[in-house]
């Protein structure tokens, strides 16, 4: 008697459990959609309104706890906000230091040079100071480009990864230089360009040389990397009497327009 | 608990599961009482239409609740004589159960502090209902009459 009834039982288990097994596989094909359609009609209004009562009890409460996490998430915001600001401009930085390289590629300068980016941190008359990554080693040459190489200067003295440098206008400044025609590029005439504070002077070029207004003063190449412009002559003088004819020199590179600057580590 | 009674409280649940309460919280201590407190053959009618009320408010496919409830409602059928189910942990345990294999199966999460508050229900309301009657004769007493 006991195991019919176990028996009665199983067989109705199993019944009911085909039944929804078969009431899931109408509704999974969508043949079942009409009830649900029909159904929502009235379930989607209620469970809505219940909603919207919870949302009204609840958000009372919220507003402390978002109040709280608000503040905190504003602080980290902030945070992240100042940091985002700090790598910016270090990207900044690297774009013009990019585009100066960049430039730098497309001049005429001998291949096989080799540079070191640098950047002006401060300009004192006639010194500027820089900073760059590399090793720095004084008397390194110091140049910028402007569809070709231009002197700037020299490294007089390191300390860290700071350097100043001395330009063609310092009185510690001697290069030796020679006269190019702006014309034609013919050379004219060799001589030292000394630092006066302030200006250069075009000196000890003999008067048998002939040197004009705007012709272009390059380096050397003596201890220096050669054929870098360091200005224009204006104004010749010469002196009766005297070997030796001067002239003042308009120097290509102001400090206060530089803003990166290239280390020639080799040449 | 009547079958009546049983798909009334569904009804009721279906709608305030998931937008007013957590989507789970108390199948298992509706499915443990009906087991419980009805016979079988009457509580597994109630447990499919129970399912399908469920499936229906809650807009999941119709058919999965039943058959969690109804297999579950089997089961404990065969092991309600060697298992003692009536006392208040062990039916509490059990509905903690049917609430995380419903929450995991239909919703695909565990909805694991609900289950345990509707576990802590069923726990309590079977406390309640369990405790010994007071005899009527210590009434009067402590209301000093004789």
Request: net charge neutral; aromatic share 8%.
């Amino acid at each position: 008697m006991q195991g019919a009834k176990n028996n009665t039982l199983y067989y109705l288990a199993i019944f009911y459990l085909l039944s929804s097994i078969f009431i899931y596989f109408l509704d999974s094909r969508g043949t079942l959609n009409f009830l649900h359609r029909s159904t929502q009609v009235l379930t989607i209004p209620v469970r809505s309104w219940l909603y919207d009562g919870r949302v009204s009890i609840l958000s009372p409460l919220s507003a402390i706890t978002d109040a709280v996490d608000q503040h905190r998430r504003i602080q980290e915001l902030e945070y992240r906000n100042a940091e985002l600001y700090a790598q910016l401009s270090g990207f900044k930085a690297l774009e013009e230091e990019n585009a100066k390289m960049r430039h730098l590629l497309g001049t005429n300068l001998p291949p096989n040079w080799q540079f070191a980016p640098a950047r002006v941190v401060s300009v004192a008359g006639d010194t500027i100071d820089i900073f760059a990554d590399t090793t720095l080693i004084v008397g390194t040459p110091v140049v910028t480009t402007d569809n070709g190489g231009v002197w700037v200067g020299k490294v007089e003295s390191v300390v860290g990864r700071e350097a100043e440098v001395s330009l063609s206008t310092h009185t510690v400044s001697k290069i030796p230089v020679i006269v190019r025609s702006a014309e034609d590029g013919s050379r004219h005439a060799s001589g030292i360009v000394i630092g006066r504070g302030g200006y250069a002077r075009l000196e000890q070029v003999l008067t048998s040389e002939q040197v004009d207004e705007g012709d272009l003063v390059l380096t050397s190449g003596l201890s220096l990397p050669p054929e870098l412009l360091i200005g224009r002559v204006r104004n010749v003088i010469k002196t009766s009497g005297s070997p030796w004819q001067q002239a003042d020199v308009d120097v290509a590179v102001q400090g206060n327009n530089l803003d990166f600057v290239f280390l020639v580590t080799k040449f | 608990m009547k079958t009546r009674i049983f798909l009334l409280l569904s009804l009721i649940f279906a709608f305030l599961q998931g937008s007013f309460l957590p989507p789970v919280l108390l199948e298992g201590v509706l499915v443990v009482g009906l087991v419980l407190f009805t016979r079988p053959q009457k509580a597994f009618l109630g447990l499919l239409s129970g399912g399908i009320i469920f499936d229906l408010v809650q807009s999941q496919t119709l058919g999965i609740t039943s058959g969690i409830f109804l297999v579950f409602a089997f089961v404990l059928v065969l092991i309600k004589n060697d298992v003692s189910i009536q006392k208040p942990l062990g039916a509490a345990c059990l509905a903690i159960i049917l609430t995380i294999i419903r929450a995991k199966l239909v919703f695909g999460s565990l909805f694991l502090i609900p289950s345990l508050v509707g576990g802590t229900l069923m726990f309590l309301l079977l406390i309640f209902i369990l405790q010994p009657v007071v005899e009527r004769d210590s009434v009067f007493k402590l209301n000093g009459k004789s």
